[in-house]
C-alpha cells in the first residue's frame, strides 16, 4: 500500500512545500508585486462567485479546443502523407521549416492584418503556429512504422481503414501523445497572445487588463485557473486515453 500512495504522498508534499516557500518569499519581501498564496486564493474566490473567471475561461477553452483539434486533424494527416510519400516530403520540407521558424508574433499579427480582428483570424493564428510542430512529429512517426508489419497486412488483405487501426495507429500513438501533449502547452500560450492583441474577452485579455492595472494578484490568480484546467485535461482526458490505446501491451 505504500509502494501504491508513494507518488501521491510525494506529489503533495511537493505542491505544499512550493506553497510554503511562496508564503515565505511573500512574507519577507511585503510587497504588492508577490502577494501570498492567501491573498491570491481569495482573489480566485471572488472571480470564480461573481462569474467573470468562469465567462472568461470557458472562451478561451473553446479557442483552444477548436484551433488544437483543426490542427491535430490537419497535422496527422499531413504528417501521414508526407512520411509515406517521400517525394512529397522532399517537396514540401523546406516549407515546413519556414513554418517552423515563423515567430507566433508574426503570424499572429499577420493573421489580424490580413483577415482583421475577427474570430475566424485568432482561431487562424493559432493553427498557423501549431500545426507545423504535429506535421513534423507524425511524420517522423510514419517513417519509424515496421515495413514487415504493413507487408503482414497487405497479405492478409486488410483493407485500408483496418491497416490504419490495428497496425499503423498502435505504432503512431506515441508520437500522436507527444504532439498532444506539446500542443496544449503550446497552443494555451499563443492562445493568450492572440486575446491579449485582438479579443475583447477570455484570459489572454483580461490578463492585459490587470497588467494594466498592475494587479498582480489577479494575474496569479487567473494563471492557477487556467494551469489547474490543463491539468485536470491531463489527468482525466490524456492519461486514460494512453492506458487505453496501450491496453494491448
Sequence with gaps: ????????????????????????????????TLPSPLVVINVLITEITTGELPHHLAITLYRLLLSFS???????????????????DYFFDNWLVIFLNIPAL?????????????????????VINKLPNVIVTIREGTRALDPDLLDMAKCY????????????WPQLHPFFMAATRSGLALIWKIILVVEMLGRSDGMGYQL???????????????????????QAIELCILKPLDRHAQRWR
Design 70 to 88: 483543426i490542427a491535430m486533424s490537419l497535422g496527422c494527416i499531413i504528417g501521414i502523407i508526407l512520411g509515406r510519400h517521400p517525394q512529397l
Design 1 to 32: 500500500m505504500s509502494i501504491i500512495y508513494r507518488p501521491a504522498i510525494l506529489a503533495i508534499l511537493s505542491i505544499a512545500t512550493f506553497l510554503l516557500l511562496w508564503q515565505g518569499l511573500a512574507y519577507s519581501l511585503d510587497s504588492v
Design 157 to 168: 488483405h486488410f483493407s485500408r481503414m483496418k491497416t490504419l487501426r490495428h497496425v499503423i
Design 208 to 230: 492585459h487588463l490587470f497588467f494594466q492595472l498592475f494587479d498582480v494578484s489577479s494575474i496569479l490568480a487567473y494563471t492557477i485557473a487556467f494551469i489547474t484546467i490543463i
Design 106 to 126: 508574426v503570424a499572429i499579427i499577420l493573421c489580424y492584418v490580413w483577415f482583421g480582428l475577427v474570430e475566424s483570424a485568432a482561431i487562424l493564428a493559432v
